[in-house]
């Protein structure tokens, strides 16, 4: 996936400039258009910014879902994170957008913890693991989910559970097939090609405990797309239906609109636990600008929102309110607003916005058990 499009993605890497529209091609997925968007807001009365920008942009069988919803047959949402480090702003994009589906359509969330994954991938020990395991469920917690609808997986503790179906799809998905869909090859250690067998599991396992099948929608930053790619058509095979899957952008990370956020690289990302300090250390000197080189310049030419990731942060996460978006977005496009102007603006919405989430992340440590899934 790879050179011919100038971008690189897999689950565990994304590299260059995005083309979205390409990647919708590639990946045989299908655009949301406003049809979806009006049919969607008919049962939310309104519409998430995320979905109104096309942040949310891209989806698989969300009319079929939708059918079966308005037919009475409800869906849960599935969502994961891979514990392999902190949190940071890319993170919680799509966890702040699954929320709202949650509390839109008042459906019951599974939410996956795949430390099997990180071990396996990362050069990370497992005890490493269960404590990043352990941190980001905090991060989780924090943003509110209603714990009773709520239920949280973690692959090695509920391994007793998941197992069983793991290895039903699991039978069905050739080597070949892995290698040619992740870009593996022989070197790859055996855990790795067996783990998307464990990432297919929750979008049909509340089906297997319930005894009949119910529908599954599974928001995600479209990297992810891949393990359903290649799990989603041998779901009717062992007896569900497939998910249907909401595709979300990247965060870019500080340094520019390439790639996405990773907290492998933390000077270039916003962790949850940064300090409003460090906050706004990391915006001054690493948030790339579209701005011009001189004040004089700037006033003149004025400013690229495109390319800057202050803005970019705005439009994807920090401002809701499209009257405002719109007025920043002028503001500095005509040179009126600076781009210090712009960052203080962003600096205050991030360490506003993290004041709260570490205020809710201290309170979660005793919370956690509420949502782990008992069976
Ligand atoms: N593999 C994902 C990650 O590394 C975590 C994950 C598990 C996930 N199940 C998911 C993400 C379902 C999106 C949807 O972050």
Known sequence: MKKELGFSITPWKVSGKIDYDKLIKKFGVEKINNELLERIKKHTKELHFMLRRGIFF??????????????G???????????????HLGHLGT??????LQDKFNVELWFQFTDDEKFLFKKKS???????????MLDVVALGFDPKKTHFLIDTKHAGLMYPEAIKVAKKITFSTVKAAFGFNDSQNIGEIFYTSMQAVPAFLPSVLKGKKIPCLIPLGIDQDTHF???????PKIGHYKPAILHGMFLPPLTGVKGKMSSSESNTAI??????????RKVKKHAFSGGKDTIEEHRKKGGNPDVDV??????????PDDKKLKKIYEDYKSGEMLTSELKEILIKKINDFLKQHQKKRNAAKNKISKFMFKN
Do not use: A
Request: charge should be negative; charged fraction near 30%.
């Open 229 to 235: 790619r290649v799990s989603r058509d041998v779901m």
């Open 310 to 319: 202050s803005f970019q942060y705005l439009r994807m996460f920090f401002e």
């Open 95 to 100: 966890w702040i957008f699954t929320k709202w």
């Open 271 to 280: 962790l949850t636990t940064d300090s409003p300090k460090e906050v706004e």
């Open 73 to 87: 047959n409800k869906f849960f949402l599935y969502t994961g994170c891979g514990p392999s480090g902190p949190i």
């Open 126 to 136: 497992y005890e490493e693991i269960q404590k990043w395991t352990q941190e980001n």
């Open 58 to 71: 891209s989806h698989r069988d969300m009319n079929w879902l939708l059918d079966e919803y308005e037919k």
